[in-house]
């Protein structure tokens, strides 16, 4: 069995019950970071061998993965924060798995995009989960697509791309649409920023920038 763990994006209290029983019964566990995942085992007093896998290396090491699931191993898949295969890895070998007739069993758990987008106060009935922007090839199409949307949509911003990601959001979406800067969810200093796009411009420019952001920002009928 492969099982999918979610792990915390900040507190470190978010880890569920299940996703712990589970990390203490498999035979593997993966991750991105073997030093970022081994403290929060060692929180939760997990001694479980830890491998890397990660966006590196995943296509290298897939097939040994595979292998020892075929063997009957179970193998716990963990990212750094939140839900492997959401902008992190994962996705290459749960598809693998799922092709070979593999039982693959995903938990719920922590993931920002929920949290930011329900938390924004922005419209979300329907909502489009965008990630991160291409930096230079294909920008141009993925950002005329999502101005054009009618309902909301999300995006995860890096801290030194946050006011290119503004400026661009401006550009193709105009300097009166509604957005929501959501940064460190469930940290000490999670901060919900509600603006027009150049209210938050001006409010962000001269701000140290850090942290872990996700944008979202309305539709064309919010």
């Not at 020892?68 to 290459?92: C, K, Q, V, W, Y």
Request: glycine fraction near 6%.
């Amino acid at each position: 069995m492969l099982y999918v763990i979610p792990t915390p994006i900040g507190n470190l209290s978010d880890m569920t019950y299940r996703s712990i029983e589970t990390l203490q019964n498999v035979d593997l566990i993966l991750c991105e970071d073997t030093r970022v995942s081994q403290r929060l085992l060692q929180h939760y007093e997990i001694k479980k061998p830890l491998q890397s896998f990660h966006a590196h290396n995943e296509h290298h090491v897939l097939e040994k993965y595979l292998e020892l699931l075929e063997n009957e191993s179970s193998i716990a898949l963990m990212s750094d924060a939140g839900t492997p295969g959401i902008s992190d890895p994962g996705f290459l070998l749960i598809r693998a798995a799922r092709q070979r007739g593999l039982s693959v069993s995903v938990l719920p758990g922590a993931t920002a995009i929920i949290p930011a987008v329900v938390g924004s106060g922005i419209p979300c009935d329907k909502f489009h989960f965008e990630g991160f922007l291409p930096v230079k090839k294909g920008r141009k199409t993925r950002i005329t697509y999502l101005s054009s949307l009618p309902h909301s949509f999300i995006l995860y911003v890096s801290p030194h791309k946050l006011l290119k990601d503004i400026d661009t959001l401006i550009e193709f979406c105009g300097e009166d649409r509604t957005a929501c800067i959501v940064k460190e969810i469930s940290k000490i200093y999670e901060n919900y920023d509600l603006g027009l796009l150049h209210e938050l411009k001006e409010r962000w420019s001269d701000k140290k920038i850090k942290g872990e952001y996700v944008m979202v920002v309305s539709g064309t009928k919010n």
